[in-house]
């Protein structure tokens, strides 16, 4: 079982003016959600570790969670209301985002919910706002202190600054994570934030000497790099037709996990023993699944089928 730790939120999207406003498509998202569901749809065993609202919108995520086959076992309920993210596409498809999302159940993660925590958990993921905001943050960090030891951390910081707007708050988390942090992925957008002028080795080589196994870095058009103790790997992106990167992201990072669990390797013993050519294998399989994403509309991931 993977879990899957953060938030479930609505990605509303604009789908053109009315007479009087817009017409609004609202879509089950949020960077978490998706990397669960991504995992399901790539066979894996899965669970969701959030809550999630009782109100109308809670239970349009919890039936979308439960058609997947995610694991809502560690899905907590409350009467908060849920997350709303604005998505503007720009013209390449790029989205930007505006989140309505103070006092949402998504950031009152009680610690309580981990009592239901399955067993035979063998990796965790963490990453986005959850990880910055509210009670939900302070719940992950006692997980990862409770869990990092004996179970592989995967850590994507997903930069929100529209939620968390000081730099200080992520810069503080990545470094608080880096040691307790076996798989760091990150994209190239968001370490310029966090390291202004720094080289993506440098960076790769810092959280490898904090207690990173593996350093991934996505690039967008230009592709992947990765980084092990011993080989530095670079993957060339897979061209296609773009409608928009909506869970690009999340997309790679569920592959990568997918890869790595089909691999016997969802460890942290595992990632240090992987040589160039399996971490280029991880690499394009992650790249494909994402590619599958950019060629539709919104975060819909690929299915297992979907990748030779």
């Given at each position: 079982m993977?879990?899957?730790c953060?938030?479930?939120?609505?990605?509303?999207?604009?789908?053109?003016e009315?007479?009087?406003?817009?017409?609004l498509?609202?879509?089950?998202?949020g960077?978490?959600?998706?990397?669960a569901?991504?995992?399901?749809r790539?066979?894996?065993?899965?669970c969701?570790?959030?809550?999630i609202?009782?109100?109308?919108?809670g239970?349009?995520?919890?039936?979308?969670l439960?058609?997947e086959?995610?694991?809502?076992?560690?899905?907590?309920?409350?009467?908060?209301?849920?997350?709303?993210?604005l998505?503007?596409?720009?013209a390449?498809?790029?989205?930007?985002?505006?989140?309505?999302g103070?006092?949402?159940?998504?950031?009152?993660?009680?610690?309580?919910?981990?009592?239901?925590?399955?067993?035979?958990?063998?990796?965790?993921?963490f990453?986005?706002?959850?990880?910055?905001?509210?009670?939900?943050a302070?719940?992950q960090r006692?997980l990862?202190?409770?869990?990092?030891a004996?179970?592989?951390i995967?850590?994507d910081?997903?930069?929100?600054?529209?939620?968390?707007p000081?730099?200080?708050?992520?810069?503080?988390?990545?470094?608080?994570?880096?040691?307790?942090?076996?798989l760091?992925?990150?994209?190239?957008?968001?370490?310029?934030?966090?390291?202004?002028?720094?080289?993506l080795a440098s960076?790769?080589?810092?959280?490898?000497?904090?207690?990173?196994?593996?350093?991934v870095?996505?690039?967008?058009?230009?592709?992947?790099m990765?980084?092990?103790?011993?080989?530095?790997?670079?993957?060339p992106?897979?061209?296609?037709?773009v409608i928009?990167?909506?869970?690009?992201?999340?997309?790679f990072?569920?592959?990568?996990?997918?890869?790595?669990?089909?691999?016997?390797?969802l460890?942290?013993?595992?990632?240090?023993?992987?040589d160039?050519?399996?971490?280029?294998?991880?690499?394009?399989?992650?790249?494909?699944?994402?590619?599958?994403?950019c060629?539709?509309?919104?975060?819909?991931?690929?299915?297992?089928?979907?990748?030779?």
């Amino acid at each position: 079982m993977i879990v899957v730790c953060g938030e479930a939120l609505f990605d509303v999207f604009a789908n053109g003016e009315t007479a009087t406003g817009l017409n609004l498509d609202a879509r089950v998202g949020g960077s978490p959600f998706n990397v669960a569901v991504g995992l399901a749809r790539l066979a894996q065993p899965v669970c969701l570790l959030t809550q999630i609202s009782r109100g109308f919108l809670g239970e349009r995520l919890m039936r979308a969670l439960q058609a997947e086959g995610v694991d809502t076992r560690t899905v907590q309920r409350s009467d908060a209301p849920t997350t709303l993210s604005l998505v503007g596409l720009d013209a390449q498809g790029v989205p930007s985002y505006a989140f309505y999302g103070d006092g949402c159940a998504d950031r009152l993660l009680t610690p309580d919910a981990l009592a239901q925590l399955p067993a035979g958990v063998r990796a965790i993921n963490f990453g986005s706002y959850a990880t910055v905001t509210g009670a939900t943050a302070a719940t992950q960090r006692a997980l990862v202190e409770s869990a990092h030891a004996h179970t592989l951390i995967a850590y994507d910081p997903n930069i929100r600054l529209n939620v968390e707007p000081e730099l200080a708050v992520w810069q503080a988390q990545i470094e608080w994570m880096l040691p307790r942090t076996h798989l760091f992925k990150s994209s190239e957008e968001d370490l310029g934030l966090v390291y202004p002028g720094r080289s993506l080795a440098s960076v790769a080589e810092e959280a490898l000497a904090r207690g990173a196994a593996l350093v991934v870095v996505t690039r967008g058009g230009e592709g992947a790099m990765a980084w092990t103790a011993r080989d530095q790997v670079q993957t060339p992106p897979v061209k296609v037709e773009v409608i928009d990167t909506v869970g690009a992201g999340d997309t790679f990072q569920a592959a990568m996990l997918t890869w790595l669990a089909e691999q016997g390797a969802l460890s942290a013993a595992a990632l240090r023993s992987l040589d160039a050519a399996q971490v280029r294998d991880l690499l394009g399989f992650a790249t494909r699944a994402a590619a599958i994403t950019c060629s539709r509309r919104g975060a819909d991931l690929p299915r297992r089928a979907e990748l030779v």
